[in-house]
């Protein structure tokens, strides 16, 4: 739009011919100079430049949306905005539909807590046939850290949907439709990249799991700052793909001890920093997700997995479509199970806390694992 030739936008024909003999010709070169000088570039009165650069704008100006008008936009174009559900009806209903597509959801916890368990659900879920309520594709899972069990995976089918997998091939053919790589470094995986974006519309693939991007950097660096900044392409180029192929791309991150300059990352923290220090006494650890808050601002979904008080809970601490909730559940043969599907809200520090009662297994970039 900044570039459309003034000439053409209708104004009158003795001003436009003073903007081409100035040559001045896209709105763009217009607009960028203030009315007062445009007078004396075009030695034309105020009222004239004043006129005329009302006009550009409304031209070149993008129309205004009302919220009415991009909710029926969204209504006609929901295969663009769909979701696969979690079945997990609590958290479906508080990100309207399930795991968004075309953006990066992320689940962040210790080990041990479930994060995995939810990918391997998720991941059938994509592969079921579309009478089944799934999305009848191919899953591309990125298992960096060889906790992928394909036996697992099948136990959880046989338990979740049994008149499927107990059909006569029917696990076989579920289990075909889920390709699984393993990175072994960084630069393994930018390699695969290009390969991947190639696989998604060849291979008909519906979900890309990336299982863990802590993992892939945790040995490729001796300091805690370079970690965060070496992702910035990945980060960038997995956006792009989930943008590019609207599919739902899903993360695990692991979490790391919280230090002095993450609670003070932002000026109204800075007097939280005792408050932390209680924290520590009351609950088992204290902990962030790892990688930083540069790839915390790269995704749009944060789903946080932590156990406090023995009781292990999923929250929602980060969506632009849902308040911050959290929702007890267990691992079951099935997988995750919530206990409840009315989740409570989460109001300050609570909902970027990550608790932990009984993992040790915790990434610490700037020193040795948690005991």
């Known amino acids: 739009m900044a570039n459309m030739v003034i000439s053409e936008m209708g104004l009158p024909k003795w001003i436009a011919n003073i903007f081409a003999a100035r040559n001045i010709i896209t709105a763009k070169e217009a607009l960028s100079l203030t009315e007062f000088e445009l007078m004396e ?15 550009i704008s409304e031209i070149v100006c993008p129309p205004y949306q009302t919220a009415l008008s991009l909710m029926e ?37 210790p080990a041990g807590i479930g994060k995995t368990q939810f990918c391997l659900k998720l991941s059938l879920l994509a592969s079921l046939p579309a009478s089944y309520g799934g999305l009848d594709g191919r899953v591309i899972y990125i298992d960096v850290e060889s906790k ?9 089918g046989m338990k979740s949907f049994p008149e499927i997998f107990l059909k006569k091939g029917m ?6 439709r889920i390709l699984v790589l393993h990175p072994t470094s960084l ?44 992702l910035g392409w990945h980060v960038s180029f997995i956006k792009s793909l989930a943008e590019f192929s609207r599919i739902p791309i899903v993360v695990t991150n692991q979490v790391r001890s ?39 601002h790269a995704v749009t979904i944060r789903l946080v997995l932590e156990s406090k008080s023995g009781q292990r809970f999923i929250k929602v601490a980060k969506s632009p479509i849902s308040p911050p909730l959290a929702f007890p559940f267990n ?19 609570d909902i970027n806390t990550i608790h932990c009662q009984g993992h040790n297994d915790i990434i610490n970039f700037v020193g040795e694992s948690l005991q």
């Open 148 to 156: 992928f069990s394909s036996r697992r995976m099948i136990e959880i």
């Open 73 to 109: 936009q969204r209504v006609q174009n929901e295969h663009l905005a769909g979701h696969l559900p979690t079945r997990l009806k609590g958290l479906d209903e508080a990100l309207c539909g399930g795991i968004p597509f075309g953006v990066l959801t992320e689940l962040v916890g």
């Open 171 to 176: 696990a076989q053919e579920m289990g075909g």
């Open 331 to 349: 691992i079951t043969s099935s997988g995750m199970s919530l206990l409840s599907d009315g989740g409570f809200e989460l109001t300050g520090p």
């Open 258 to 296: 919280q230090s002095r300059d993450d609670a003070c990352q932002y000026s109204f923290q800075v007097q939280r920093w005792d408050d932390t220090k209680e924290d520590r006494t009351r609950y088992d650890s204290h902990l962030v997700a790892a990688l930083g808050v540069h790839w915390a």
């Open 41 to 55: 570039f075009l030695d034309v009165g105020l009222a004239e430049v004043t006129s005329a650069v009302a006009h």
């Open 187 to 230: 630069s393994e995986f930018t390699e695969s990249l290009q390969q991947i974006k190639v696989s998604l519309l060849q291979h008909q693939v519906k979900l890309l799991v990336i299982d863990s991007m802590a993992a892939l950097v945790s040995g490729e660096y001796e300091q805690g700052a370079p970690r965060q900044h070496a």
